[in-house]
């Protein structure tokens, strides 16, 4: 008997392959909207990574009639007041967001408005928070947190988005220079993930 699908609600094809391995032996296939034809875009005006990522969840359980795993995460600099936030994906420098830029500009932008900031006071964290929505379930959230620190300049291939500028400092290395298995023992996703499969785990034996 094949797996339930799980439609994973998200275009970005580096969450495609992060899930993919985080989330093994969870019960699911998982799917992509875009996998079932499906378009799917989501205008994300929740202020928290919860809000965000319920209401990703829930729009992709909806559109796709299965049940489905959105997740909103970010980056939140302390010398910036906690941006770029659930900003993270279009932030175009202090209370700006643009949806144009390149994931480089954007890591540009956060060093330009980190420039001069000491060593000690550059602290930052990933933060991720995982929906997941089911037809007449209650949509369930969990939350996982990487601590770092803003590096001085991009380092690194592996990984996507703000990778390359978080500085993990028990390796010495970024995030984008990590190996992907121990990305995912360490960041935030991969924290948020190991606390989401016991949920789909569960999720996946009542539909059996």
């Keep these: 008997m094949s797996a339930p699908r799980l439609a994973l609600a998200t275009n ?5 392959r992060e899930f993919a391995q985080l989330l ?3 019960g699911f296939e998982l799917v992509t909207p875009a996998d079932l034809g499906i378009t799917f875009e989501v205008e994300e005006t929740g202020s928290s990574f919860e809000a965000n990522a319920k209401l990703k969840a829930e729009a992709a359980a909806a559109l796709c009639g299965l049940p489905a795993l959105a997740d909103d995460s970010g980056l939140e600099v302390d010398a910036l007041g906690g941006r770029p936030g659930v900003y993270s994906a279009r932030y175009a420098g202090g209370d700006r967001t643009s949806a144009d830029l390149t994931e480089e500009q954007q890591v540009q932008i956060v060093l330009d408005e980190m420039r001069g900031v000491p060593e000690d006071a550059r602290t930052a964290r990933f933060r991720c928070v995982i929906a997941i929505a089911a037809p007449g379930r209650e949509t369930r959230t969990v939350e996982g947190v990487f601590e770092g620190r803003i590096a001085h300049a991009p380092r690194g ?4 988005g703000y990778d390359p ?4 400092p028990s390796q010495g290395v970024t995030s984008a220079e990590l190996d992907p298995a121990t990305k995912n023992a360490m960041s935030h996703r991969g924290e948020a993930a190991r606390k989401a499969l016991p949920l789909l785990q569960e999720l996946a034996r009542a539909r059996d």
């Excluded at 970005?12 to 495609?16: A, P, T």
């Excluded at 500028?165 to 993990?168: E, G």
């Design 165 to 168: 500028i978080f500085l993990v």
């Design 24 to 26: 093994t032996g969870c």
């Design 12 to 16: 970005n094809r580096g969450k495609l």
């Design 157 to 160: 291939a592996n990984g996507f």
